[in-house]
């Protein structure tokens, strides 16, 4: 049995009496204070999350966009550099490998942000599609990172750093100093609030992570493990790997179109979903709330007029909206907002009824 690994700020989590938990191979905090009081900070004040368990690949060369244009479902070629894209890479039958970011840097140069669980599923898939003039790159031991999130965000961070912060638009990226420190400073999140997140060397995280609380403290910065990350971004109705979407779901289905972009030009995965979009979905990954005092989890069957019709995906009680909340793919014909389904949970039905997402009105613009 392999050893967990520890980011960084371990020492810092134990220090704030984390609950501890293996996650994706990394021992990683699930909380501190409690779900609730960590979830109604990033949305009212400022939270930090360690996320140093994710991964990231550069991708360089003269031909690295023509390389990523054929590997994802979004258009490159329609991006500036300083500037990050949502994207997935999709096999040939249109599942999803993965979903991530492309950072922009210049004309042959980028990065990519996977998920922790699937860092080598995913260099293997980008290397066996390696196109010449392409160098690739697995840089995710030289980087550690820190998401930033909540309203007070921007405040904060404008506290430790002469970059212009303002100016940096949401899918947006600036390279300088913060806390003295180098590193990749990015107005993205997985929180649905204003947030940042910062790519840094391992030997910074320390001194970075001080100067974040020596300056947060009084503003209400907390730090905020994966539970209390995985109620926000359900919340926002966004997709989590391995739960909502994976290599059965396809990016057309999941609700993700919009990052799908068929006229760009041939990709892995296009054909089939040309396939999809023409024969449109059997059936959609639609927001549900409950009706009845339950709590939906990962893997509940979905009932449609008495008939089993398919599985939650994602379900929680949501600290906003004070209810029960859950993604489950349904068929297209039953996922109209206003239409009811029942849950099973536990061996009994409740009701519930499909609702517009995100379940809440957040902006991190």
Not at 157 to 164: D, H, I
Not at 187 to 208: I, M, Q
Not at 241 to 264: H, R
Not at 341 to 359: C, D, H, W
């Amino acid at each position: 049995m392999n050893e967990l690994k520890q980011t960084p700020f371990y020492e810092f989590h134990t220090g704030f009496n984390a609950k501890m938990v293996d996650f994706a191979g990394y021992l990683m905090p699930v909380s501190y204070k409690g779900i609730n009081f960590e979830h109604q900070i990033v949305r009212e004040k400022l939270g930090v999350f360690d996320v140093s368990h994710m991964g990231e690949f550069f991708i360089e060369g003269g031909g690295a966009e023509a390389f990523l244009q054929n590997l994802t479902i979004n258009d490159v070629s329609a991006l500036e550099d300083g500037q990050a894209q949502y994207s997935a890479m999709c096999y040939e039958n249109g599942g999803i490998v993965d979903d991530l970011l492309i950072y922009r840097f210049s004309k042959d140069k980028f990065m990519m942000v996977v998920n922790a669980s699937n860092i080598d599923k995913d260099f293997s898939w980008a290397q066996t599609h390696l196109l010449p003039n392409v160098k690739l790159t697995n840089r995710s031991d030289e980087f550690a990172l820190l998401a930033i999130q909540g309203p007070n965000s921007r405040e904060l961070l404008q506290k430790l750093t002469n970059v212009k912060l303002q100016e940096i638009g949401f899918y947006h990226f600036a390279e300088g100093e913060l806390a003295g420190k180098s590193m990749i400073i990015s107005r993205t999140g997985y929180t649905g609030e204003l947030g940042f997140e910062l790519y840094h060397s391992p030997k910074d995280s320390k001194d970075l992570w001080q100067a974040l609380f020596d300056f947060g403290a009084e503003m209400g910065l907390e730090p905020i493990g994966l539970a209390a990350r995985d109620t926000l971004r359900l919340e926002m109705k966004y997709c989590l790997y391995g739960n909502d979407i994976d290599e059965t779901t396809n990016p057309l289905e999941a609700g993700l179109g919009w990052i799908t972009k068929l006229d760009k030009g041939n990709f892995i995965g296009r054909n089939a979903l040309l396939q999809v979009k023409n024969n449109k979905v059997s059936r959609k990954l639609i927001g549900f709330r409950m009706l009845e005092r339950a709590i939906p989890r990962h893997g509940c069957s979905v009932y449609v007029n008495g008939e089993k019709a398919g599985i939650v995906t994602s379900g929680t009680h949501s600290p906003t909206l004070k209810e029960a909340i859950g993604l489950a793919y349904v068929p297209a014909s039953h996922s109209k907002a206003g239409m009811e389904l029942s849950i099973e949970i536990r061996g009994k039905q409740f009701l519930a009824k499909i609702v517009k997402t995100p379940f809440v009105n957040s902006s991190p613009y």
